[in-house]
């Protein structure tokens, strides 16, 4: 049995905090993670869970054998409900440790994996980076020309942090669904999210300038991983979830269909992305993957 | 009895007997042709029967046309202030026919008379009857310039009695000001009380109104009207004008403290006579002999460059009829002077003295001298010129020498342009993806694209109709002023270009524009900026962009432009933004009944929001304003 720091605000109080302060209760940013065994409690209602282990959710059952997921802000859980698109695979006879923290860069996101395959044995992995790997922005702040262009991760880092994340277990990657369709580049977003206002809960909400010239940037940067994560994927044998392909919208009209912004994606669609995920995984799940990574 | 009298006569005894309702068709046919009626036929208060039946049918012409009658057939049958009510309401509605008529009936009796219609405006702005009064005007105007003396005096009393400034700004608008000897002397009159009552706004809309400088802000309107005011005084500066000393510490403190620091130095050095930051070019005489324009800003300049421009050679000028005074660096004198050589002169100031400290730090300067009052009648002086000046064929200009658009054509050739062909002047400095789609337009519809200081113009594509010579780093050179004139269209973000394509009748699609908006008289199309508020993660209002000052935007180094800004940026228009401009100004130079009612609602909404001019033919492109609409508050 675990002690418990046991956080209680009333929704005042909570409403009052930044979203960084906000984090900071159950976040060590001076280490990058999670402050294991914390509940935070808003108005009486759990809201935000840590476990033993420094992961957003519940304790891991002692005998289910466990698929670890790990990612962003995208694949955090929602307050409250503490459910997430790794929660919704659903795969019978596994359990999902979602190990994701808002803010992860790739770097923080192996170092997660790495530090939690000493404690738990996987059965399969999952990762889905989040767009920090992309610009490097950090956690809450918003993405810039300057990031978009002068921090990109260059490919050759990526391959290294990705080959990281082979182990005896399945893999399977993610490419990076964004809301940026290429049709942004010569519309804009104004026009789509000056029509949208309006709607509830259609609204769409701007995470970045709404420049082209950032945004071009930034679709640029999205397509060069996601271009290097499939053919990584052939190149490799790690499960590719092209979730890009999947969700991404089809037409300007659908910029907000899926996405609350230029990468989150709306929580009706967790059950959605979690079945896919958990469909691409599943068969994979009784052996190690089917083709091994290369000695280099 | 023709059948149709019958009817008339059927109907008429039908509403005259209170009998049940007319069909609203035969009531329509009976009220519209009432006037054809004789108005003795029937009582008086047979009539004001038919003056309530057709109120009540809200047939209001006709009703009111029973009312007249009954008024003058028995002038006490109605009581006479109700009437006034009734008059003040119809004319505050807009119905002026109706009320002019209902007023002149109960007090002038005779509706074509002018001395009645005189009489009537006198009659009820002693009253205080102000909806009357504007009716009255409004009407009569064409007979009030035919009799100007003893209307003047009226209008002007009503002014002095009431200080009524709304109505000094509608009597401007209406142009009756240009019709009355001394309206100045009033008008110095209503703004001085103005003044004292604390009515800032109000005084420096109807200076604005009076002195038409639409194209300035109105800070700026009143700053450089003090400053106008200033120079017409010049002789006797010491004393300065009523308005100026009396409020002159308006002028040196806040927003005006730019103005009035150039402006003293200006004065401080032309009563010293030490021209000494002028360059040697400059005669002594100068500021009193030629009018002369200085500025910083330029694209709100068009309205006066045009107008002073045109004086000159209505005046038949043979030397230079400008001279613009430009600080360090601008561009915009030495490109009016290579576009205008015979006519404007440019005064370069030189970096170090204490006039060009001051021009530098003049946020926007804006100043004219030697039109002074006549700038009244610039506008007019426009119409009656510019047709003469645009249509002809020999332009009385010297553009360029002859040799200089030889050498600019063969320049041209050299870099791909076929002799005759129609081209897009294009000088955008955003980045080349931006432009694209608009370029790739552009040569779908037959045109080649003559590229000026475009980054990238190479990659903009591969057709051998994009012309992009190299860009002489000494200015503008031959082949581009060769280009910009002969262009069929000229696609721009460059304020400068824009007011030269402008002058020179190039219809202009100015893009990226920052408030204030300029005015222009052509064929324009603006594609404004959006602005995006950082902190707060949403675009800014159209009437919320018009009130920013971006007076900074083009001292591209000045650390206020950033500062001032408050977490506000610009964002760039859209490929999609500019290609439908730019196939919206060819529908608009190609069909003059381009825009539709609906669509000229939503500019004048666009008009009201920024308070922008409604006389000024620029507009934003009608496409761009339906595609962000919700900007429209």
């Known amino acids: ?296 | 009895m023709t059948e149709s009298e019958l009817l008339q006569d059927e109907a008429l005894t039908r509403l005259l007997n209170r009998e049940a309702p007319l069909s609203e068709s035969e009531a329509q046919v009976y009220f519209e042709s009432v006037a054809q009626l004789d108005p003795k036929a029937i009582s008086p208060e047979q009539h004001l029967v038919l003056f309530e039946r057709g109120m009540g049918l809200q047939l209001v012409a006709g009703a009111v046309d029973h009312l007249v009658w009954a008024v003058q057939l028995s002038p006490d049958l109605v009581p006479r202030e109700w009437c006034l009510e009734l008059v003040d309401h119809l004319a505050t509605l807009g119905g002026y026919d109706c009320a002019l008529k209902l007023c002149l009936a109960l007090g002038c009796g005779n509706l074509v008379e002018l001395s009645a219609i005189q009489k009537a405006f006198c009659l009820y702005a002693a009253k205080g009857n102000f909806g009357v009064c504007l009716a009255i005007l409004e009407r009569a105007l064409p007979k009030f310039e035919e009799q100007l003396g003893t209307s003047a005096d009226q209008v002007n009393e009503l002014i002095r009695r009431r200080g009524e400034i709304e109505f000094a700004i509608w009597k401007l608008r209406k142009r009756l000001a240009r019709l009355l000897s001394d309206h100045s002397k009033e008008l110095v009159e209503a703004v001085n009380s103005s003044i004292v009552a604390g009515h800032l706004d109000s005084t420096i809309t109807v200076l604005g109104e009076g002195q038409e400088l639409e194209s300035l802000s109105e800070v700026k309107r009143w700053g450089l009207l003090m400053i106008l005011e200033c120079w017409e005084s010049l002789d006797t500066w010491r004393e300065g004008p009523s308005v100026v000393s009396e409020k002159k510490s308006l002028l040196c403190g806040g927003p005006f403290s730019d103005l009035y620091s150039v402006e003293s130095e200006l004065r401080r050095q032309f009563l010293s006579e030490q021209n000494s930051d002028l360059s040697e070019s400059s005669s002594p005489e100068w500021p009193k002999t030629i009018p002369w324009i200085h500025t910083i800003s330029t694209a709100e300049l068009v309205y006066w460059v045009e107008a002073a421009l045109l004086k000159g050679l209505a005046e038949g000028a043979s030397g230079p009829i400008l001279r613009s005074l430009c600080p360090p660096g601008h561009c915009f004198g030495d490109l009016i002077s290579w576009f205008l050589p015979e006519l404007v002169e440019p005064i370069n100031v030189r970096g170090e003295g204490r006039l060009a400290k001051a021009l530098e730090q003049a946020s926007e300067f804006t100043g004219l001298r030697g039109l002074g009052v006549d700038s009244l009648k610039a506008e007019d002086l426009i119409e009656s010129l510019k047709n003469q000046w645009f249509s002809s064929v020999n332009l009385p200009l010297r553009l360029c020498s002859n040799a200089e658009i030889d050498r600019g054509n063969r320049h041209l050739i050299e870099h791909g342009w076929q002799e005759g062909s129609e081209t897009v002047f294009l000088s955008v400095a955003a980045d080349t993806f931006l432009l694209k789609r608009a370029v790739r337009t552009a040569l779908k519809q037959g045109f080649s694209v003559i590229c000026y200081n475009t980054p990238e113009p190479e990659v903009l594509s591969e057709s051998d109709r994009i012309i992009a010579p190299k860009i002489s780093p000494r200015g503008v050179s031959t082949w581009a002023r060769v280009a910009l004139i002969s262009s069929r269209l000229c696609i721009t973000d460059n304020c400068e270009l824009a007011l030269i394509a402008r002058l020179f009748g190039v219809p202009v699609l100015q893009t990226h524009v920052l408030p204030p908006y300029p005015y222009y008289f052509g064929d324009e199309l603006l594609l404004p900026s959006i602005m995006w508020n950082c902190d707060e993660n949403r675009c800014l209002s159209w009437s919320e962009t018009a009130a920013l000052d971006l007076r900074h935007h083009h001292l591209k180094n000045d650390p206020r432009f950033e500062e001032g800004m408050g977490g506000i940026v610009a964002i760039e228009n859209t490929p999609v933004d500019l290609e439908q401009g730019f196939l919206e100004l060819l529908e608009r130079i190609s069909d003059p009944a381009w825009r539709s009612k609906a669509d000229q609602d939503l500019i004048s909404r666009w008009q009201s929001c920024c308070s922008y001019s409604t006389t000024a033919t620029a507009v934003p492109s009608l496409r761009f304003l339906k595609r962000y609409e919700a900007l429209l508050t």
């Open chain 1, 1 to 296: 049995m675990h002690q418990i720091r046991k956080i209680s605000l009333d929704s005042q109080e909570a409403e009052n905090l930044s979203e960084r302060e906000f984090y900071s209760l159950f976040i060590d940013y001076n280490v990058g993670q999670h402050i294991p065994n914390t509940e935070l409690w808003i108005d009486g209602r759990l809201c935000i869970k840590i476990n033993s282990l420094g992961c957003a959710g519940y304790e891991v059952e002692p005998d289910l054998p466990v698929i670890g997921a790990f990612g962003s802000s995208s694949s955090y859980i929602t307050p409250y409900e503490l459910t997430s698109w790794p929660t919704e695979m659903n795969i019978e006879g596994y359990q999902v440790l979602n190990a994701s923290l808002p803010g992860y860069d790739l770097p923080k996101t192996l170092g997660a994996y790495q530090r939690l395959r000493a404690q738990i044995k996987f059965e399969a992995v999952v990762v889905l980076m989040g767009n920090h790997n992309m610009c490097q922005s950090g956690c809450f702040s918003k993405i810039s020309i300057e990031e978009t262009s002068n921090t990109w991760m260059p490919i050759e880092q990526f391959r290294a942090n990705h080959d990281e994340f082979f182990g005896p277990h399945p893999l399977a990657f993610c490419t990076m669904p964004t809301s940026l369709s290429p049709e942004i580049l010569e519309r804009g977003i104004l026009e789509y999210l000056l029509r949208s206002e309006s709607i509830e809960p259609q609204r769409f909400q701007l995470n970045t300038m709404p420049s082209i010239k950032v945004m071009s940037r930034f679709l640029k940067n999205m397509q060069r991983y996601n271009d290097f994560l499939r053919e990584y994927c052939v190149e490799t044998g790690a499960i590719l979830v092209d979730l890009d392909d999947i969700l991404g919208p089809k037409s300007y009209d659908e910029i907000g269909e899926n996405f609350g912004d230029f990468v989150h994606f709306r929580p009706s669609l967790l059950k959605r992305i979690g079945s896919i995920v958990g469909e691409r995984l599943g068969p994979h799940l009784n052996g190690l993957p089917k083709v091994s990574l290369q000695d280099p």
